[in-house]
């Protein structure tokens, strides 16, 4: 898959259609051509022509009346209420592994995710700036009497499928900040560093990541190798990744290792 950011010759109208297609694309999986239409409020000419070279670009398949995203297996996607299932021990034991690495005397940053989302249950005390709602709403579920840690909420845009708050506004709250720590999941990664969705959830992570004086990244062994549309940072920018080891990613963990990349293995039971 082809990452649309390197994507040469292509007008600004353009790159947006292909934007949100691709991005539909990761939540959903599929699109038909009327869907398409209707969402991005053109002509089915121009859906027609955005699917092809989309399917050209090998950034999507063709099937009778829409697309479909690449799936190798490896790549595939998988909607949010999944994803909240899939690999849940061992989202669960990365993200007790990240809580750790809080500073309790000063101020922590998370992006929201699935597997970051998990983190909550681990936080007992501590000041947190959050973009997630669901995080939120899980510390107040957690601590109804008020009690727990102090929680700050950016303010902007709120991403309804994903559960996190985006945009310029969001953006100059989290910059009028200084944090410790900054704990996030990913998208996906590679050899050259993070991989995510879309332009507005990389301008809310490198935001964090800017305001913090360490950046601990979080991913379960699926995410090496899987593709995202937007290059987030190389890996000069990330201070931990606590992962786990698997036979499909030794060899790219042997590889950042070798690179220079600081990495805490987590240890998986009765991991098949």
């Known amino acids: ?160 499928k994903a559960g996190f708050l985006y945009g310029t506004k969001a953006q100059e709250i989290i910059r009028s900040y200084c944090a410790e720590v900054f704990v996030t999941g990913v998208r996906g990664l590679d050899r050259n560093g993070l991989l995510e969705t879309d332009d507005h959830t990389v301008g809310i992570m490198r935001a964090m990541m800017e305001s913090s004086r360490r950046t601990i990244v979080i991913a379960d062994h699926r995410k090496f190798g899987r593709k995202g549309i937007c290059r987030l940072c190389g890996w000069d920018k990330v201070d931990l990744l606590i992962t786990a080891e698997t036979p499909e990613n030794a060899e790219e963990i042997r590889f950042l290792k070798q690179a220079g990349v600081k990495i805490e293995l987590v240890p998986l039971n009765n991991h098949n």
Do not use: C, W
């Open 1 to 160: 898959m082809q990452n649309l950011v390197e994507l040469s010759g292509v007008g600004t109208m353009k790159k947006r259609y292909l934007e949100q297609l691709q991005r539909h694309l990761l939540l959903r999986g599929m699109i038909t051509h009327q869907s398409a239409e209707k969402m991005l409020k053109v002509s089915p000419v121009t859906v027609r022509r955005l699917f092809r070279e989309m399917a050209e670009k090998h950034l999507a398949i063709r099937f009778h009346g829409g697309i479909r995203s690449v799936d190798d297996g490896r790549t595939g996607v998988i909607g949010i209420p999944e994803r909240e299932i899939t690999e849940s021990a061992e989202k669960d034991l990365l993200a007790r592994r990240a809580a750790t690495e809080f500073d309790p005397d000063g101020l922590n940053m998370i992006h929201g995710g699935t597997t970051t989302r998990r983190i909550a249950k681990y936080l007992t005390a501590g000041t947190y700036l959050l973009d997630s709602v669901l995080i939120a709403a899980e510390l107040s579920r957690m601590y109804p009497g008020g009690d727990g840690p102090e929680v700050l909420l950016t303010a902007g845009q709120l991403d309804i």
